[in-house]
Every structure is written in structure tokens, then in C-alpha cells.
């Protein structure tokens, strides 16, 4: 199949003091699927947001289906068959999923009523053609990011879609979820949609995309047949220069215990997980996603109640704390999810009120300005944040941009225990390796760090030892020689055996 179903050409996208996108052009064929690559604040995400009509180009076309077309909006986008799946998802927690997946087009009868039943039907059967296992009824903020995803691919399947984009799909998806979503993928394939692909994770591209175009800086740097390149080649093309894939790990040099937690359980989601992490070490938890990973530490945090268990702080047993007595004994908690957790967890109502206004200034904490300017123009030059200056909104910065911006927001807090809940999701190639030395960094400092990741070779790579969770439970704790790949699948998937089994 070599049609092509869209043509985007000389697209051309200007914010205030930054060219997002520069005279780009690219086409889709029908039933291939195109990935977009790029550094964090490449310009992805503008360039889909152009296509599904929430941004105006100031230049270029979209030529859709052989015809030059205008799209006016999302739901113009949609109707026309051309679909975005959100890097944040973007659906209402409130609604049915029903509701959901018709969003902004229910189907009314000519007095304007909603007509429920054919809603329902209708829904009902797109999520059957997908194979969902929930029902149109179900309230959306119920269901998991997995799930709701589904109801954003439903949409291609109600609004016969012919072109689907997705803005990195998998970042929260546990690896059974990422091959159903591939499946679902190869589906839409196999029937003529055109699909473009934004992901960070090489392998994925690799495995499932038929073309690769590269962005860097707003411009299209080449178009490659995926077969015929490779992870260097993109990577070079990326980011100008190729990667060595070497860690760099802290020096094993460890002081006095900063935390130790004992035997914390709470039912439904983790039970007897104990560890201590010390002054200058760098404690891997490696797990799939729904292992119960992120539920442990945020109990550390306070976020979540444990029904057992206590905590230990530098040698004394405290009482499991809020979120702001945790921050003020000098924890920190980088969460994975940016947007939900990253800014506004951490915060009263009132600053989570003017959260949206929140400049980088007042969310680098308190601190004078100088001193404050001086740690943002720091952070931003070792993270290689990309921004127009310490004023610009959070809210403005690519995804990846905001994540490493929750990052240096919290190294700025000075903590004495920092815990990075998948710290490279959603990170270009290139930074991963910033944020890595930045790991090393910090524990040579003499932080306790925990690093919370599903990719084995980073977990590897940075941590001194590293404890393996599955289902809950700590299923395997390895340092020096024994800390290797094998043993940890070993770990983990003798336990997920033995717990179907
Ligand atoms: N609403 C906006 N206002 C101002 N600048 C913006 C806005 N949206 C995006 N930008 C800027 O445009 C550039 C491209 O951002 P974009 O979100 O397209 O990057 P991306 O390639 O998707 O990156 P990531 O991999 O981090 O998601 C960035 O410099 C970003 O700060
Ligand atoms: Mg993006």
C-alpha cells in the first residue's frame, strides 16, 4: 500500500520567542505507521496538535485525502477521521465511558435531547470491535490508564478514523498492556489507517513502525525506511552526535542509614516490603508497571496510608507522615506522572489554585532571586531544559521539558533522601544520560537516592543494589556480581509463576 492518506506540508508554527515547527513537512501512507522522533522540545506533540486542529499554523498545509483541508478544531479533526491520542490522556473522569467516546458529538434527537440508547449501542460496539473488556456504562476515573486509553482508540473505531496519532502511547502501559495496544495497532494497520507514532523508546520504534521521520529543532532532518536503519543512525540525526551507552555510577562510598522501612503493607497493593537505603547509595526498585512500586514509595511519602508497617528516619521511628512533614525532614518524591502529581501533589489549595500560572520562578520554591536565577540557569544547562527564559510558563514547556523541570524543582528543595519514580519517562535519548551523571551526582553528594524504574538496564546501570518487586512483594534484593539482568527476570517471573500457579 503506498497511497498516501496525508501530506502535511511546509507547516510552519511560531510561539512567542520560539519557531516550534519550521517549514515541516511529512507524509502518511495508509496502513503504515510513521514514526515521529525528536528531542524533548523538538516540536512533536506541536505538529500533531496542528493536524488535529488545536493550533493554528501561521504557514503550510494539510493535505488530507488528496484535498488541501481546513481543519477547524478537535472535533472538526475527528469527524473528518483524523484522531489524537493525548501524551496526557485527555478524557472526563466523570463521564461514562460512553459518553466519552463521543464527547462534544452525542447523538441527539431533533429537539436536542440526547439519544442514550443509541449512544450506548454505538459505543458498545466500538469497544467490542476492540476487544475492551469494560462496558460502555462504566464511569471513566475508574478505570486504568490502560483502559483509558482504549476509550481514546474507540474513538478512531466510532469516528472511522483514517489517520491515528499517537503522542508516546506506552509510557504507562505494563508490557502485557503495550503488546495489546501493538495488537490493536497492527489492527488498525491492516485496515487502511495511517498511523504516526511519537515515542522516546527506540526498541518500540524498531518493532512496530514501517518509516521514521526526525525532528530537531521544528525542522524535519530525513525520512528513513525503518528496516533500513538503525538506532544509531536515528539517534545521530536526533541529536547530532551518537551515544555511548555507559552508566555512570556513583562511587560506592556509604554513610549512616537514612531510612528504613519496615514491613509496610496495605492491602490490595503491596504487603511486607522492607529495605533501607544509606547516605550516598542509590537503591534500584525494579519491577513491571503494577508491581506496587510507586504505591510503596508514595507511602514513604505519606501520600497513601499503610495498614502496617513503620518507618525508620535516621534511626529513629516516626509517625507515618503527610506529604509536607516528609518534605520538611527532607524527603523528596519525583513522581512519574508530571502533569497530575508533579506540581500539584506537593502543594496547599491556594498554590494549587494559581498552579496554572505558575511561573519556573515561584515554583523553584523559596529562595532569593539571585540565588534562585543562578540554580534555574544551572538546572536548565545540565538538564538541557528547553525554555525561553525562567519566566516562561510550565504549562508551555514539551512534556518531556516539564518532567525535567519537576526534577530540578525538587533537587533545588536540598533533601537528604530523593526518590526518582521512573525518571527518564517521557526523556529524549540524549538527556537520559544527563540525568543519570545527575544521579551519580547527587549520591556522591551523600543523598540517599531510590531509583524506581522498569527499565532494566538504567536500574542496572545506576544503582549500587537493587531490590525486584512483582505483585507487591519484594521477590529479590542483588548487589555486586549478582546484580544482573538474568537474576532479576529470574525474580520476577518465578514469582509472577508461582502466584498464578
Ligand atoms: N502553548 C505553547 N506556548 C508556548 N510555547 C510552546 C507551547 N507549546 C509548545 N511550545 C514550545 O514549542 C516547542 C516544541 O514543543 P513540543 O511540545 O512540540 O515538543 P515535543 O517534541 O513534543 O517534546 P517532548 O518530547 O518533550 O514531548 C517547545 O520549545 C515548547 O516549549
Ligand atoms: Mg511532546
Known amino acids: 500500500m503506498n497511497d498516501i492518506i496525508l501530506q502535511l506540508s511546509g507547516i510552519t508554527k511560531t510561539f512567542p520567542g520560539v519557531t516550534a515547527l519550521d517549514q515541516v513537512s511529512l507524509d502518511v501512507r495508509a496502513g503504515e505507521v510513521h514514526a515521529l522522533v525528536g528531542e524533548n522540545g523538538a516540536g512533536k506533540s506541536t505538529l500533531m496538535k496542528v493536524l488535529a486542529g488545536l493550533y493554528k499554523a501561521e504557514q503550510g498545509d494539510i493535505i488530507y485525502q488528496g484535498r488541501t483541508t481546513d481543519v477547524a478544531g478537535p472535533l472538526d479533526a475527528r469527524r473528518k477521521g483524523i484522531l489524537l491520542i493525548h501524551q496526557e490522556l485527555s478524557l472526563a473522569p466523570e463521564l461514562s465511558v460512553a459518553e466519552n467516546i463521543y464527547l462534544g458529538a452525542w447523538p ?102 514501517d518509516r521514521i521521520t526526525v525532528l530537531r529543532d521544528g525542522q524535519v532532518q530525513g525520512t528513513l525506511e525503518t528496516a533500513q536503519s538503525d538506532v544509531n543512525q536515528v539517534t545521530r540525526m536526533m541529536i547530532g552526535r551518537t551515544l555511548d551507552t555507559y552508566f555512570v555510577k556513583a562511587k560506592a562510598d556509604f554513610g549512616a542509614e537514612v531510612l528504613r522501612v519496615e514491613g509496610l503493607s496495605k492491602a490490595g497493593l503491596f504487603n511486607d516490603v522492607s529495605f533501607s537505603v544509606r547516605e550516598g547509595e542509590v537503591l534500584g526498585l525494579y519491577g513491571l508497571v503494577g508491581a506496587g512500586r510507586s504505591e510503596a514509595v508514595e507511602t514513604v511519602f505519606g501520600v497513601r496510608r499503610a495498614d502496617s508497617g513503620q518507618l525508620v528516619w535516621k534511626g529513629g521511628v516516626i509517625a507515618p507522615p503527610t506529604p509536607r512533614q516528609a518534605i520538611d525532614m527532607g524527603m523528596a518524591l519525583v513522581p512519574e506522572s508530571r502533569k497530575e502529581q508533579g506540581l500539584v501533589l506537593m502543594m496547599g489549595g491556594r498554590e494549587n489554585t494559581s498552579l496554572p500560572h505558575l511561573s519556573l520562578f515561584s515554583a523553584l520554591s523559596v529562595m532569593n532571586r539571585a540565588k534562585e536565577l543562578a540554580t534555574f540557569e544551572k538546572y536548565r544547562s545540565a538538564l538541557s531544559i528547553k525554555t525561553t527564559g525562567p519566566d516562561q510558563e510550565v504549562s508551555q514547556l514539551s512534556g518531556g521539558n516539564q518532567q525535567k523541570f519537576v526534577l530540578a524543582k525538587w533537587l533545588c528543595a536540598g533533601p537528604k533522601l530523593i526518590i526518582l519514580d521512573e525518571p527518564t519517562r517521557g526523556i529524549d535519548v540524549g538527556s537520559k544520560s544527563a540525568i543519570h551523571e545527575l544521579i551519580a551526582e547527587l549520591a556522591e553528594q551523600g543523598l540517599a537516592v531510590i531509583v524506581i524504574s522498569s527499565e532494566m538496564p538504567e536500574v542496572l546501570g545506576v544503582s549500587h543494589r537493587v531490590l525486584a518487586m512483582s505483585e507487591g512483594e519484594i521477590v529479590g534484593s542483588f548487589e555486586g556480581q549478582e546484580m544482573n539482568e538474568e537474576n532479576l527476570i529470574d525474580a520476577v517471573s518465578y514469582h509472577r509463576q508461582s502466584a498464578v500457579g
Open 108 to 209: 441527539t434527537n431533533r429537539f436536542g435531547v440526547l439519544k442514550k440508547r443509541e449512544l450506548r449501542s454505538k459505543a458498545q460496539a466500538a469497544l467490542q470491535a476492540l476487544g475492551c473488556a469494560f462496558g460502555p456504562d462504566v464511569r471513566v476515573g475508574t478505570l486504568s490508564v490502560a483502559m483509558q486509553q482504549m476509550v481514546e482508540i474507540a474513538r478512531a473505531e466510532a469516528f472511522s478514523a483514517s489517520v491515528v496519532i499517537f503522542d508516546e502511547p506506552t509510557a504507562s502501559l505494563t508490557d502485557t498492556e503495550k503488546e495489546q495496544l501493538f495488537h490493536t495497532i497492527r489492527s488498525l494497520k491492516a485496515r487502511g489507517v495511517g498511523i504516526i507514532y511519537i515515542s522516546h523508546k527506540m526498541d518500540e520504534i524498531f518493532q512496530i513502525t
